[in-house]
Structures are given as structure tokens and as C-alpha cells.
């Protein structure tokens, strides 16, 4: 069972940027980070693959970054230039799968608790 801990959420302004972390028991192949908003469907965010190639949702193109560091079993996400619409619990996701489908990161096998991002004007 892969256990799954997220940190690094809180509350900032519209244009400030967050990092996610996301530390891992274990080795995965596909990982990546999808949010939920209060009566919202659940949005995969950002994916990586076991190759080290990286996707992304339309919403947050060019303004979130995921990235890995592979000897820490350690999953990261930048996020710069937040929107209120970024607001959301954040969820890291993990699957052996080894690709990276942005679409398909909620319904990975395994996932954390979530972190809370709060944007305000």
C-alpha cells in the first residue's frame, strides 16, 4: 500500500505562487495532482510519467509546473500566478500505470489526504 502525505497548501493572493509537496512510501510509476472545489467535479491538474514527461489541464498550462525527485519518492507542484479559480483541496495520486493521461490522475490507485489552496483578490 502506498501511503501518499501532501504539504504546502495554505492562503495567498491572486498572482502569488505555492508549492505543493507530495512525499511518497514508495516508488510509483505515474504520479500527479488533481483538485476538487466545493461542488465541483474532481480536476486532474498536472501528471508525470515514469519517463519524466509531464502534462497538464488547459486551466493551469503554463502557469503550474509538476516535477519529481525520484531519490526522495518525492512529487512536486509549483504553482505561480494563482487565480481564485485555483481554490480547491489538492490532492496528490500515484499509479503504476507509467503513463501520464492529466484525465486520468483522480482515479489513480492511490492518493493522499488533500491539502487546502485558498486564492483571494
Known amino acids: 500500500q502506498v501511503q501518499l502525505v501532501e504539504s504546502g497548501g495554505g492562503s495567498v493572493q491572486a498572482g502569488g505562487s505555492l508549492r505543493l509537496s507530495c512525499a511518497a512510501s514508495?516508488?510509483?510509476?505515474?504520479m500527479g495532482w488533481f483538485r476538487q472545489a466545493p461542488g465541483k467535479e474532481r480536476e486532474g491538474v498536472a501528471a508525470?510519467?515514469?519517463?519524466?514527461?509531464?502534462s497538464y489541464a488547459a486551466s493551469v498550462k503554463g502557469r503550474f509546473t509538476i516535477s519529481k525527485d525520484n531519490a526522495k519518492n518525492t512529487l512536486y507542484l509549483q504553482m505561480d500566478s494563482l487565480k481564485p479559480d485555483d481554490t480547491a483541496m489538492y490532492y496528490c495520486?500515484?499509479?503504476?500505470?507509467?503513463?501520464?493521461?492529466?484525465?486520468?490522475?483522480?482515479?489513480?490507485?492511490?492518493r493522499g489526504q488533500g491539502t487546502q489552496v485558498t486564492v483571494s483578490l
Open positions: 495520486a500515484a499509479d503504476n500505470y507509467g503513463g501520464r493521461r492529466v484525465d486520468l490522475v483522480p482515479d489513480y490507485h492511490y
Open positions: 514508495e516508488y510509483t510509476a505515474s
Open positions: 508525470i510519467a515514469s519517463d519524466g514527461s509531464t
